[in-house]
């Protein structure tokens, strides 16, 4: 689904003191700077190390949580073909985190490590998934607005200066495209349909909107880490353009269906051709963030279920794929 520009701590780094530690920064910077791309066994300076292992599994923790709002809906969509296409769209959820888990893992964390830090708490996930899915139209309104900010964000990460996360991020971004549309579908059909219906697809954008917004992440001005990120060309686009990218192209689609942008504050400004749009709530992005969000808890304890529940697969698989290697050695 998704990642965003949390910029948490990677904790001290050692700066390049010795003139040898130096030139091998220099070189590195100059590869990136010319656009070549860095593979697991080049070298990297640590901090570049750490701001990929940070962000990239953060990534996956995103995807392998927000799988749970949506299938809170797999035994409640309307029809067998809403049923068909959400469940595809949360096995691809599941198959985003595997390829992020196993970027991650070139980096030097083990999955298992990073699967413990999300368990025990400690490593952060996108804030979205921590907003309730109420009606059936949350699960339109999600896939229009949160996997159409996440296309936002991954579009210029294909492009990332780290070679195994840019190439996981090309088939991540071919099916958010069609996590979109069918989520922009869904919204279609209830924006077309009864008073009620057209009460709930409103109701679910004014509560995902500014969330939505939120996915960006903090405001340019405060994202402290965002310079280092670009120099290293880890990200390409700042979180504020990023945002207002965002806010350009789903106005209209809005309109489209009918539907009113819970915010007085938004009117297309011409002369800087984009729309203006109000402050963000960012006393409620931090809460959020730091744990205190409508479902934190909840979707934690749901992630420990089910690591606990699926321990015989993995040992399964375990006992295995040993089976086979004694096999293959006789
Ligand atoms: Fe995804
Ligand atoms: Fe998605």
Request: with cysteine; net charge neutral.
């Amino acid at each position: 689904m998704y990642t965003q520009g949390l910029d948490g701590q990677i904790g001290p780094v050692r700066e390049a003191e010795t003139a040898e530690e130096k030139a091998r920064e220099a070189a590195f910077q100059a590869k990136i700077d010319a656009e070549i791309r860095i593979e697991p066994s080049d070298w990297m300076p640590e901090g570049y190390r750490r701001t990929l292992i940070r962000q990239i599994s953060q990534h996956a923790h995103s995807e392998i949580v927000g799988m749970l709002p949506e299938g809170n809906w797999v035994t409640r969509a309307p029809t067998l073909r809403r049923k068909a296409i959400l469940l595809a769209k949360i096995q691809d959820e599941a198959g985003h985190g595997l390829y992020l888990y196993s970027a991650c893992e070139t980096l030097g964390p083990t999955r298992a490590e990073l699967v413990e830090q999300l368990l025990a708490g400690r490593a952060k996930y996108s804030s979205i998934f921590n907003y309730p899915t109420l009606t059936w139209a949350d699960i339109g309104a999600i896939g229009w607005l949160v996997d159409g900010a996440a296309i936002m964000n991954q579009v210029p990460l294909q492009r990332c200066s780290y070679g195994p996360y840019a190439r996981a991020m090309v088939r991540i971004c071919k099916e958010e495209s069609f996590h979109q549309r069918q989520g922009y579908e869904i919204m279609m059909a209830l924006a077309n349909g009864t008073a009620e219906q057209r009460r709930m697809a409103q109701d679910a954008l004014d509560r995902w909107w500014w969330p939505a917004l939120m996915m960006f992440g903090p405001p340019d001005k405060d994202s402290v880490h965002s310079a280092q990120s670009m120099k290293w060309k880890i990200k390409r686009v700042s979180n504020d353009e990023l945002r207002q990218r965002f806010v350009d192209v789903t106005v209209p689609q809005a309109e489209r269906l009918g539907l009113t942008i819970p915010d007085p504050h938004l009117r297309w400004n011409s002369e800087r051709g984009h729309y203006d749009f109000g402050e963000i709530d960012w006393e409620e992005f931090h809460r959020v963030i730091a744990g205190n969000g409508p479902c934190n808890r909840e979707r934690l304890e749901q992630r420990r279920r089910a690591h606990a529940e699926g321990a015989w697969v993995r040992e399964a698989a375990a006992a295995y794929a040993e089976k086979r290697a004694r096999r293959r050695a006789a």
